[in-house]
T-cell receptor, first 112, second 116 residues
Framework: DAKTTQPPSMDCAEGRAANLPCNHS???????VYWYRQIHSQGPQYIIH???NNETNEMASLIITEDRKSSTLILPHATLRDTAVYYC?????????????FGTGTRLQVTL | GAVVSQHPSRVICKSGTSVKIECRSL??????MFWYRQFPKQSLMLMAT?????????EQGVEKDKFLINHASLTLSTLTVTSAHPEDSSFYIC????????????FGPGTRLTVL
């Protein structure tokens, strides 16, 4: 799976949009971009994933650049409960042997 | 939907004893389950991958005789830490790949193991 690069930490004011960037310049054509987050002392929570097109669900939006070398996860109205470590993962699903590998992620701190 | 549970959530044991951690997919069948370990302030490290009815595949550096994995059904996998030592104290997290939605892994809440 391609390596991803994320800033180690970010701050965001409550109520504002949180935009979390991720670089994956070596991503291959059939690798998906996945986002998970981990709130302190809990298991990771799936947020969203995409291949080429932008995606939106009830949690977040995922914007993937046209060349697919980077993406941005957008939390439209961040709350204190969104404080967590956010992981961007480039993942190739080849079947049962496929496995998610976590990097160091971005620690998002949402403040009042 | 897609809920994964782990039991126990916390366990404290004496050095030299064995501890079993259960991972269950509550509302779906999982073709594959994964076990991760996370030390304080570090990221998740994959330990092993298990498929129902077959032997687990361990990552490099993970002792298969120390971390026994059993995947007896499509909804249950167990991790047994044998002869636990203080350095095995960690946060153990399982995940499951949905049989019908194979492109997404769902994670359990984790088990905090403390070995005295």
């Amino acid at each position: 799976d391609a390596k991803t690069t994320q800033p180690p930490s970010m701050d965001c004011a409550e109520g504002r949009a949180a935009n979390l960037p991720c670089n994956h310049s070596t991503i291959s054509g059939n690798e998906y971009v996945y986002w998970y987050r981990q709130i302190h002392s809990q298991g990771p929570q799936y947020i969203i994933h995409g291949l080429k097109n932008n995606e939106t669900n009830e949690m977040a939006s995922l914007i993937i650049t046209e060349d697919r070398k980077s993406s941005t996860l957008i939390l439209p109205h961040a709350t204190l409960r969104d404080t967590a470590v956010y992981y961007c993962i480039a993942f190739l699903n080849t079947g049962t042997a496929s496995k998610l590998t976590f990097g160091t992620g971005t620690r998002l701190q949402v403040t009042l | 939907g897609a809920v994964v549970s782990q039991h126990p959530s916390r366990v404290i044991c004496k050095s030299g004893t064995s501890v079993k951690i259960e991972c269950r997919s509550l509302d779906f069948q999982a073709t594959t389950m994964f076990w991760y370990r996370q030390f304080p302030k570090q990221s998740l490290m994959l330990m092993a991958t298990s498929n129902e009815g077959s032997k687990a595949t361990y990552e490099q550096g993970v002792e298969k005789d120390k971390f026994l994995i059993n995947h007896a059904s499509l909804t249950l996998s167990t991790l047994t830490v044998t002869s636990a030592h203080p350095e095995d104290s960690s946060f153990y997290i399982c995940s499951a790949r949905h049989r019908k939605v194979p492109d997404t892994q769902y994670f359990g809440p984790g088990t905090r193991l403390t070995v005295l």
